[in-house]
């Protein structure tokens, strides 16, 4: 079947089978392999992306269900800027990252925790991101990411 | 122009570049031309014979291209997958050790156990080949559990291993320990178990297998953490020559010990890529990484603490059940007993210790190492037994630590159990976080939970670490099959650059920083001038990888090593070009010189020399700037420290939060302390999943795995960890060349003893004494509503 999807800022459109998961055409369709599969049960959060700029899990979504919507995946978060996204570049500045293997979820659940607005509390944080398992960074560094992140996003927004 | 970063400074990583913006490379996202993708058929029974395997079904699914049992496997001369560590019973007889084959043949002895492997043009032809294979079981009484396996009239998982015993090992002196007992004022007594767990890392294991009929070489692309080992044993098992065999594990999320050994997924996948000729995918399922990966811990103990009138401590007896699985994984029967008993002194002057281990056969998924292996079992024994006599005493129980253990000056210091701690500082560690913790400040805050209805609890865990496997000579006489050393090549490029090569592995660790600094701060080059490569058997000389908290003290120390070379060569080059004496030129921040004079010239001018020389004296200096070092360290080196923790648990539900972490641990020299401190972090995070979270269950009669997804396995989330206070105390180790000692266990060693000791002192008013892990709700619930005493707050 057809879809036709905003996939980071460009139109696609692919021919699908019915049973398709999103993360599945994701990464091996459209071969944006920085979402990642870490389960088969919703739990952990890896496939984490942004549909029409809310954070969704893309194992748990039918490649059918993206038709006429707009997909961000972490390869989206650079596209027509020439230096990091603010929330990547908080990952780094405060080193919310060890194997990697989770942190494009986690910045795309953070994008979307920041842009909610409003202050960032720890707990606020730590609640938000209960969805997405760490193994690596015991959680502190990237709540720390994420506030920091949040305020550099918050703060240019409020600057436009 | 980039700057020197040296030891002691914490640049951002270099690595994190790729990982934020998804540009990792994972096994997983590995494409190749022609791919096709495997599927492993597992045992859904956890003992049985397979009396039949019908193919056909499976071969008549669209799409299939291949059915491979362990039959076909053995038939084309494949051998079974090795044991790293031969142990003996304490008489000297060697191990137990069955044939572990890559594909099950004969029988089953775990639920997951792999029969077959399927592969089609695509994951779902062979995911639909593999549920249309027929396998035939006789069903065989199971045997799920150590005190099952121990049992008189037991089951057996093999026909020739009486009573299901691996080995009946043994270290210490049991004379002088039983003298000590018999002459004790006191014994303090524990019984508990060390929860099984699951590692987990969050990417799931995978392979590439690829053949090349036009050069006969062989590809795997792994999720390993050691590939040049699984180049080694892999090419024994598959008949291989290593010239032909390239292992490959790139980028890999997260490994914890859990990707340290050889599995039969990588033999059976880069085989059946030989046999199709043509590349071969398998990606695990979550669900079948549970059952398949290799698990942790699983430790039955008792444990007995003699003690003086005065509270010191006189001996120490231990006696572990350990669970080796249905087969011997590669480190398997290594962990519960070299990494456990030898730490069985902890921190402390105990005088005679003595251990045994029966490491036992059951119906489970395999053990081995996972974060910690074998440390974290000791120091849960060491730490629960003190607690236990402070508590039977009734001494403060940082009073009855600090009246023990081994004071600084006391430093080289020999324990009963073979090991000899170079240097430490107990004592400091444990007071510089009694400070930190605000430990002064707890009875005000347990009087202030109690008022909102909570138990507040305090606890404390002091321990040390064996870490940086290994010395080879030491490992060999406890029964290691090879020598441990580690390799670095420092490659420095004519215009000065640097390339590493190193034989260890970096899943998240962070060596690509760590290794560059060393190297800006040893020859003086920009931190952005060192680019780190390893795991890549074709590019990297050979080494052991990355486990045991070894890459920095092995590996770090290997580079060190190669810099040396990279200096003394550099010295001879600038001695030729300087016409001068070699002895006479001095090395300093990037610069060679002759002593005394203003005559001097860079490592960018000594490289460029070195590979473009047009009057070098060849018949005395060879061209080029590269140099190679193997390491060997002539001993562990032994992290320690004190965690302090303190928990609320709500009567009302049995939720134990813990609402203060107060860590210091002595580490050694640090070399990147915002590295070092995210180590400690994870560590510290994932002991406590393993104290209030995580638990690995098997049904007693079928053998079922009943924590089998993220639904039933309780990983630590972020809003069920605190946020803690780490800080570092620092004794340099006494004979690694920089004075580091390891970082990668210590929280994981720590933290679930004190976590423990801060949720039995938060019940101790309802009499109770200790607690099994995992701490959760379900579990204190339970015991606050069968404790005799009234469950009232104070």
Redesign the interface.
Known sequence: MKIEVTLNGATVVDEVEPTLLAVDWI?ENR???????????S??G?CTILLDGASVKSCTLLALSLDGRSVT???G??VGRND?HPM?AA???H?G????????GM?MRAVDIASQGGPLD??T???A??G????????????ASVIAGAKTMNAATVGE | MGEVIGIGAAP??K????????????V??I?RADMSYGVFVRSPHAHATIDAIDKAPALAVPGVVGVFTGAEFAADGCGTLPCGWAITFKDGSPMKEPPFPALATGKVRFVGDAVAFVVGETLEAATAGAEALVVDYGLLPVVATLLQAAAPEAPLLYDDVPGNLCADWALGDEAATEAAFARAAHVSHVSLVNNRLVG?????RAAVGEYNPGTGQYTLWSTSQFPHVVRLLMGMVLGIPQHKLRVVAP??????GVKQFHYGEEAVTTWAAGKLRRPVKW?S???EGFLADRHGRDHVTEAELALDENGKFLAMRVHTYANMGGYLSTFGPNIPTNLYGPLLSGVYVIPSIYCSVKCMFTNTAPVDAYRGAGRPEATFVVERLVDMAAHDLGLDRLEIRRRNMIPKSAYPYQTPVLVEYDSGDPLGCLEQATIKGDVAGFAARKAESARAGKFRGFGVSTYVEACGLAPSRFAGRLGARGGLYESATVRVHPTGQVTVLIGTHN????HETTFAQIVSERLGVPFENVDIVFGDTDRVQFGMGTYGSRSLVVGGSALNKAADKVILKGKKIAAHLLEAAEQDITFEAGVFAVAGTDRKKTIEDIALAAYVPHDYPLEILEPGLEEQAYYDPVNFTYPGGAHLVEVEVDPETGVVEIVKYTACDDVGTVINP??V???L??????GIGQALYENCVYDETSGQLLSG???DYC?????G?P??DVSTYSTPCAHTPMGVKGCGEV?TIGSPAAVISAVVDALAHLGITHVDMPASPNRIWRIIQNASIPRAAE
């Open positions: 990464r071969r944006l392999t920085g979402t990642h599969v870490g389960c088969d049960t739990q952990c890896a995946t972490i390869e978060l650079t990091l990547q990952f780094h500045e080193h990252l060890q194997c990697g293997f989770c942190t494009p910045i720890e707990t944080v730590r609640h991101l209960e997405n398992i760490c193994r690596c960074t015991g959680y502190q560094n990237i709540v | 951002k990583r690595e994190d570049q790729r990982f934020i913006t998804g540009r990792g490379n994972y997983a996202d494409k987990n890392p969050m990417e799931p980028d890999v999320g997260g490994g914890f990606v399922t979550r669900s899943h998240g660790q962070g915002m590295i401190e995210g180590q972090h994870g560590g510290i995070v994932q997804s993220f639904m990983m630590p989330r972020a809003d960890v946020k803690m929280g």
